[in-house]
């Protein structure tokens, strides 16, 4: 009987482990890319955010119009020139909105 228990207590904290670890992991792999998208056309993206820090590739993400996010190469020249004309966007739009 003991030996039930604790085969019983075992089988329990393993499930515990393993569904607190699989929420950290998913946590994790949605701030990080571990791939890259092709590109996207400007009039799509809405906005734009870096993944943590913490993520083994520096990466950025673009949001859509449609709320569908890709994981893009920071480093890629259609990538700065979108988060240039992008951050314009958001500029012009506060300028606006004070005046």
Known sequence: MKTLTALLLLGLLCSLHTTSAG???????????MTFSARIPLHQVVSLRP?????????????????KTFCVDPSEAWVQSHVTKIESRSTAAKTTMMS
């Open 51 to 67: 993944t943590s820090s913490s993520c083994p590739r520096k990466a950025l993400i673009f949001t859509t119009k449609k709320e």
């Open 23 to 33: 929420v950290i992991s998913l946590d994790t792999a949605a701030d990080c890319c």
